[in-house]
């Protein structure tokens, strides 16, 4: 295998959902046959889905080659001691045509004991939202276990929840334990740990092509809940251009928002990969001589060996994640 690292693509992985539609293809310019294009992982590690590079001399080798080879060079030896040869992050584009299910995810101690999986912490940025349309996050009052199995029990779920109207650029920080869905007509860019594991608590009673309701998971979420969360799921954070924006700084990763209309001198002082996901426009990224453009839709890992780098555009907007 080629011993040079450079900024690398990957092929998308798209996946056919119930709740998915057009916009990965229509806006994003994902290219796909499927009916209903839920998501695209654009890096993956998750097992039975390992991002392939798309481009350059490495072109063909999966994300987990690359890890066994490069090691720290790729992801930082911080995050090699840590991690090992397993990719920490799940990058993601999510299309809901109709309403996610009402979920939520495990913590990492319950995710290790029941699943041996990390836990799903995650983020949401909006790209594209029609009118009306809304992302659920939390309950819209206090809540005990009793008072929401309950509503569970009652099919009223819905009347406790938090129904939040969405538009372009808002961002959601999606901690383990709370109650969340994407709804109808909203697309996000999504930054999470590197996990599968979603318990389903409520999906609005609908079935598949065969009549088939999906399997709900209620035994499992009642363990996994937080019901004394903070309502501190928005994101705030500002967007002066030409400079890394904090957004949401975690244990798990760290993301900003970056709004590029010239051409940007950038170093990597973080001892970790750096991603940019293209969220508006296109730009190209330069390292050692050596041009690699992104645009809309398109997501980019830089190796941790890569130090000294330049972003370059009109009028793009990223969003940068590093653990």
Not at 186 to 192: G, K, L, S
Not at 290 to 300: A, F, P, Q, V
Request: hydrophobic letters at 35%; one cysteine or more.
């Amino acid at each position: 295998m080629n011993n040079t690292l450079y900024p690398l693509k990957f092929s998308p992985i798209l996946k056919d959902k119930i709740w998915g539609g057009q916009k990965l293809k229509t806006i994003l310019n994902k290219e796909s046959d499927l009916p209903n294009i839920g998501e695209s992982w654009e890096i993956s590690d998750v097992e039975g889905d390992t991002s392939i590079v798309s481009n350059g001399s490495l072109v063909g080798h999966s994300l987990k080659d690359l890890l066994e080879t490069f090691k720290g060079h790729l992801i930082g030896d911080k995050n090699y001691k840590v991690f090992g040869n397993k990719f920490p992050l799940l990058i993601k584009f999510i299309d809901a045509r109709e309403d996610l299910s009402i979920q939520l995810h495990p913590n990492d101690e319950l995710a290790a004991k029941r699943h041996n999986s990390f836990g799903k912490t995650e983020m949401w940025y909006t790209l594209q939202a029609d009118e009306g349309s809304n992302l659920i996050v939390g309950f819209n009052q206090d809540m005990t276990p009793e008072k929401y199995l309950s509503h569970l029990n009652d099919k009223t779920l819905t009347e406790i929840l938090n129904f939040d109207k969405v538009k372009v650029g808002d961002t959601y920080f999606i901690e383990v334990g709370r109650i969340h869905a994407i709804g109808a007509g909203v697309m996000v860019a999504e930054i999470q740990q590197t996990s599968d594991i979603t318990y389903r608590v409520y999906d609005w009673d609908r079935v598949d092509d065969q009549g088939n309701e999906r399997e709900l998971h209620n035994d499992l979420a009642i363990d996994a809940f937080d019901f004394n969360m903070p309502d501190n799921f928005r994101v705030a954070y500002s967007k002066t251009e030409n400079e890394s924006n904090k957004m949401v700084s975690c244990p798990y990763f760290t993301t900003s928002y970056l709004k590029v209309t010239e051409t940007l001198k950038k170093k990597n002082e973080y001892d970790s990969f750096l991603i940019y996901m293209c969220v508006d426009g296109d730009a190209e990224i330069l390292v050692n001589g050596t041009s690699e453009s992104i645009k809309k839709g398109e997501t980019i890992l830089l190796p941790a060996a890569i130090t000294d780098y330049e972003i370059t555009s009109k009028n793009a907007t990223l969003l940068e994640v590093y653990v």
